[in-house]
C-alpha cells in the first residue's frame, strides 16, 4: 500500500439520475428508507471512513439545493465540510466527469458509488480502497449465480453460459485519479460511452 493521507482520498457519489425507470416525480435517491433519504444513507456510509476527505456528489440541477439542505440537516458540522454538491450530467459517465473536476487538485485515489446504493458496509468501502491502492484501480463485485443464456438474435438460445468466469459489477469502483482522467480521455477520443 502506498504511502498516502487521507487529503489524497475522494469519493464521487452520482445521484444525478431522475428515476425515469422506477417512475414517479422524485428521484429514488431522494426517496426514504426508515424515514431517511436513500441519498443520505449512501453519503453517511462513507462519512463513516475517516480517510475519506472528500466527497463529491452530483446531482440534478433542481435538486442541488435541497441535498444541501438534507446533508445540513443530517450530518455535522465537521462532516457537511467533506461534502460538495455540484450538478451531474446527462449519464453517469458525464457526473462522474462532473465530480472528478471538482476534486482537490492533491487527491490521488476516488471511488465512486451510486447513490441509491445506501446499504454498502464501511468495511466493504475500505477493502475496496485498500485494493486501489495496491492495484491501481479495483471494483466490489458478486458472483453470477443466475443460469445464463447466450441467444442469438431471433431469441433462440445459443448456449448455456459458463457462469464460474462470471461476476456482477457492483459500486463501489475506484482508481487512481490520474489512471481514471486518463480513461475519460480515451473515451472522449474514441465516443465511447461506458455504464460503468
Not at 502506498?2 to 435517491?29: E, F, L, W
Not at 459517465?93 to 472528478?100: P, T
Not at 458496509?121 to 445464463?148: N, S, W, Y
Amino acid at each position: 500500500m502506498p504511502a498516502t493521507d487521507s487529503s489524497s482520498i475522494g469519493a464521487i457519489i452520482p445521484a444525478a439520475g431522475t428515476g425515469t425507470r422506477m417512475g414517479g416525480d422524485t428521484p429514488k435517491q431522494f426517496l426514504e428508507v426508515d424515514n431517511v433519504p436513500i441519498l443520505v444513507q449512501t453519503v453517511s456510509r462513507f462519512l463513516q471512513v475517516s480517510t475519506i476527505r472528500h466527497i463529491i456528489v452530483p446531482l440534478p440541477e433542481q435538486y442541488r439545493a435541497a441535498a444541501e439542505e438534507l446533508f445540513q440537516q443530517y450530518f455535522s458540522p465537521d462532516q457537511y465540510k467533506r461534502l460538495t454538491c455540484t450538478v451531474g450530467g446527462e449519464t453517469r459517465q458525464d457526473s462522474v466527469w462532473q465530480g472528478l473536476k471538482k476534486l482537490p487538485a492533491e487527491t490521488e485515489f476516488v471511488l465512486v458509488h451510486d447513490g441509491a446504493r445506501p446499504f454498502v458496509k464501511p468495511g466493504l468501502i475500505e477493502q475496496c480502497l485498500m485494493a486501489v491502492f495496491e492495484h491501481g484501480a479495483a471494483i466490489v463485485a458478486v458472483p453470477v449465480r443466475d443460469t445464463i443464456k447466450k441467444v442469438r438474435v431471433d431469441g433462440t438460445i445459443e448456449e448455456t453460459v459458463d457462469r464460474r468466469q462470471l461476476w456482477h459489477a457492483q459500486t463501489p469502483q475506484g482508481a487512481s485519479v490520474q489512471l481514471l482522467k486518463k480513461a475519460y480521455a480515451i473515451a472522449v477520443k474514441d465516443g465511447f460511452a461506458g455504464t460503468d
